[in-house]
């Protein structure tokens, strides 16, 4: 087993740095402060191939791996999760649905305006009363000839105002039913298609969130993905490879934590020297390097699967829910080493301890981990 990022991680790794030092870092608190979504930032990122990381050249990517996007959102983590946040969905959520599930004409359609980053996505499955409890959603598409006529909402909708298409996973069967949702391709302008922004978030406060409303939308029969009824199991799909991008994200948080309190330990002086002599401090640090590493290790094994195309809920799951939980740690333990300064905006502690806590949320809780984990392991 190699360990080494491979030349392109490098590549990337750096690419990221570089972007994000001169346009993420100089804006990251002001984006914070006032809940913006930096559009403009998002579509910088497309020409640079970071929308359609592991999209094939033929449909307009940039035809890398698991891996690279992994070190993408890795670094971008590090500088503002919710940058990071809004990237990850739009790959993993959005462009992979269509590209992984979607017929040769949407993949085309669609995915060349997604991966340069001229449109951008959304990807709905969170009602305002079903979270993890997706099969009992309400809202709804009935057949009328050769269209579909949608009704009902969805929340929690990353890129729900500002994006260009959405997928959504809308009920056409019956309730509890598996085989009963179907996942549709809808583009922003559709009457009756409309969004609210969700305000007021406690993290990832660049990342744009709203509620999508749907009164009569009608919508071609040509745009559901793949067969009417496939759509649950479509989505679990999508969020096996999904969890790939919050784990590599929480890494990314966890580390820009660490890095920011190996930093302040060094530089804060106390009782005549650096607070990072005093092993109360420095344990602190060794533990919060542990486990980064371990948490990056453990994304990189369901990287690799995702790679081959070998089974990962399991892997994914792991990598997900241990990232995510250290991420808190991490950002727990930076606002403690930096003491008062640590709980105020002047330095980048808190930001991080409050991005780090959605990533134990989105894309299934950290408590759904465990439950995936232990089916797998009981199978």
Known sequence: MNFEKNENQHMIAQMVRDFAEKEILPYRNKWDNEEYFPVDTMKKMGELGLLGIYIPEEYGGSGFSYFEYATALMELGKVCGGVGLSVAAHNSLCTGHIYYHGSEEQKRKYLPKLASGEWIGAWGLTEPNTGSDAMRM??????????????????????????????????????????????????????????????????????????????????????????????FKQAMQILDGGRISIAALSCGVARGAYEASVKYAKEREQFGQSIGKFQAIAFKLADMATEVEAAELLTFQA???????????????FAKYFASEVAVKCGNEAVQIMGGYGYTKEYPAEKYLRDAKLMTIGEGTSEIQKVVISRELLK
């Open 138 to 231: 309400k809202c709804t598409a009935v057949r009328d000839g050769d269209e579909w006529v949608i009704n009902g909402a969805k929340n929690w909708i990353t890129h729900g105002l500002s994006g260009d298409v959405a997928v959504v996973l809308i009920r056409t069967g019956e309730l509890l039913d598996s085989n009963g949702i179907t996942a549709f391709i809808i583009e922003k302008g559709t009457p009756g298609f409309s969004a609210v922004k969700i305000k007021d978030k406690f993290g990832v406060r660049a990342s744009e969130t709203a509620e999508l409303i749907f009164e009569n939308v009608r919508v071609p029969h040509a745009n559901v993905i793949g067969e009417v009824g496939q759509g």
């Open 303 to 317: 990287a690799y699967r995702k790679n081959n195309k070998l089974g990962m809920t399991k892997e994914g799951a």
